[in-house]
């Protein structure tokens, strides 16, 4: 169950339009899934709220470290970035000295 399905009575009662009684009695006639969980030290009843989009966590983006086989070579890298950077400004030059 994810955390962000679970609203008060409150919130529900304000998303639906209702009144706070009126959503009370919805849940102790089990006409809506509720939980009870532990917040702060003290028993929170929340409603399990469908209406919402089932999110799934993203996955985290952390670049993976190199293996310490794989050993880099900056200086051929550097190079290799350098040529592609003189290279584009050179068409963008020529793109700007032909307008």
Known sequence: ????????MQQYAVKHKM???????????KKLKTIKKN?????REFIIDETLPNI?????????????????DYEVEFHKLLAKYI???????KLIESN
């Not at 169950?1 to 008060?8: A, D, F, G, S, V």
């Not at 290279?87 to 030059?93: A, I």
């Open 19 to 29: 009144s706070t009684f009126g959503v009370v009695k919805l849940v102790n006639a």
């Open 56 to 72: 799934q966590p993203l996955k985290s983006e952390t670049p993976t470290k190199p293996n310490d086989e794989t050993k880099i």
């Open 87 to 93: 290279e584009l400004q050179d068409k963008y030059t």
């Open 1 to 8: 169950m994810q955390e962000t399905n679970l609203i008060t």
């Open 39 to 43: 917040v702060e030290g003290e028993e």
